[in-house]
């Protein structure tokens, strides 16, 4: 059973940075998919980053972190980092880390492709 721990949240000025992390135990498949996923009280989750691996890394970024967020993953240490830039208040949020098998073809790009969640990390960003 994939287990995943957040780390790194904190509270920010706007136009500040932070690096998230997710430590992976569990070995998942080298088919999976992992992502962050965002979500605000009484909204819906998210999805922020995912990357996957079919021979070559692929990446996927929601509208709201294109061009100021980059997922990474580091397989030696089973860890996966989001890299957060130009941090805005309408960014404060729980970070979830996710992961779950990549069935077919899938795009690993909706909360709902994901069976295994962290416990989240907040991300406060004070303008």
């Known amino acids: 059973q994939v287990q995943l721990a957040e780390s790194g949240g904190a509270s920010v000025q706007s136009g500040g940075s932070l690096r998230l992390s997710c430590a992976v135990s569990?070995?998942?498949?080298?088919?999976?998919?992992l992502a962050w996923v965002r979500q605000v009280a009484g909204k819906e989750r998210e999805l922020v980053a995912s990357i996957f691996n079919t021979g070559g890394i692929n990446r996927h970024y929601g509208a709201p972190a294109q061009g100021r967020f980059t997922i990474s993953q580091d397989n030696s240490k089973n860890n996966v980092y989001l890299e957060m830039t130009n941090l805005r208040p309408e960014d404060t949020a729980l970070y979830f880390c996710?992961?779950?098998?990549?069935?077919?073809?899938?795009?690993?790009?909706?909360?709902?492709?994901?069976?295994?969640w962290g416990q989240g990390t907040q991300v406060t960003v004070s303008s």
């Open positions: 996710a992961a779950g098998p990549r069935i077919g073809h899938s795009l690993c790009n909706r909360p709902a492709d994901f069976d295994a």
């Open positions: 569990g070995h998942p498949s080298r088919n999976y998919c």
